[in-house]
């Protein structure tokens, strides 16, 4: 192959002893990385060394469309160490400078609205302080949205109509801003039990893993982190804190080891009078 199909310089400093791979073969790795794994600057890597492109090699070698999307998603992933960057559900984002004071994000590329302190769609109709009650008490939250619809229907109630008014009058201009009225709630009510229902679901979720973690797992009597066990006997080492345990009694194996097993707990099988 004519050497303008080879790249003119190494990758990186680790392909000094590599023969060059060709410009498609470049390519083609840049755009595998980037389109196969989950998104990082880092997973895309030389096809001959396995090291880490660098930013600019990437630019360099990839094709137009990967190069457009790596440079957007290398933004955002810098972006997104500053608290005040919010991302859009698009895959755009922006530097929202009144934080939680203002809280409703409107995107500038889609018109979308996200929750600043949430960083979610929008939760219409209820503050940052309703949509937490909603989450606490899905079944017994009760919005202001709510208390003032219920107001504003008694009201409507007891003026429907006016004293001598005929049931077949027509409907006037009041009526017809009392049916809109109706629909905008009905629709807004909707949004509302949505949500409800939502948190519901994910009251039920987070109750079943809770349930799963505490059956398959043990507190690390040292660091309090969860742990499970795969396999293996039951000396454990946790690999956050490096204490090592009995999986069966939680007895400290460094009491074990200056002692003997009689450390275990009585009722633990690996004791000497265990039954």
């Known amino acids: 192959m004519p050497p303008a199909l080879f790249p003119t310089t190494n990758l990186t400093d680790s392909c000094n002893e590599h023969p060059l791979p060709c410009l498609s073969c470049v390519t083609s790795a840049i755009t595998s990385d980037f389109t196969g794994r989950i998104f990082s600057p880092t997973q895309i890597r030389c096809p001959v060394c396995a090291a880490a492109l660098g930013y ?9 469309e990967i190069r457009e999307q790596y440079e957007r998603l290398t933004l955002v992933k810098a972006l997104q160490g500053d608290q005040k960057f919010v991302l859009c559900k698009c895959g755009t984002g922006q530097i929202h400078e009144t934080g939680a ?16 302190v949430h960083r979610m769609a929008w939760h219409e109709n209820l503050t940052c302080v309703e949509y937490d009650a909603l989450q606490k008490d899905p079944v017994g939250f009760d919005s202001s949205f ?15 109509r ?17 049916i809109a009225r109706g629909r905008k709630a009905s629709t807004e009510r909707d949004m509302l039990e949505k949500l409800r229902a939502e948190a519901l679901k994910r009251r039920e979720d987070e109750n079943a893993s809770a ?17 499970e066990r795969n396999r293996g006997c039951s000396h454990m080492t946790c690999t956050n804190c490096t204490w090592e345990f009995c999986w069966d009694c939680l007895a400290d194996y460094n009491m074990i080891r200056l002692g003997d097993n009689t450390c275990h707990k009585r009722s633990c099988r690996w004791h000497p009078d265990f039954n």
């Open 162 to 178: 006016a004293p001598g008014q005929q049931s077949g009058e027509g409907v006037d201009g009041r009526g017809q801003k009392g």
């Open 101 to 116: 004071a203002q809280p409703i994000v409107t995107c500038l590329q889609c018109r979308g609205k996200s929750c600043f």
């Open 211 to 227: 349930a799963t973690i505490d059956q398959t797992t043990k507190q690390c009597p040292g660091c309090k982190c969860r742990i």
């Open 146 to 160: 709510e208390r003032g619809n219920e107001a504003c229907r008694g009201a409507e109630r007891g003026s429907r």
């Open 56 to 64: 600019s090699t990437v630019l360099k070698y990839a094709t137009r």
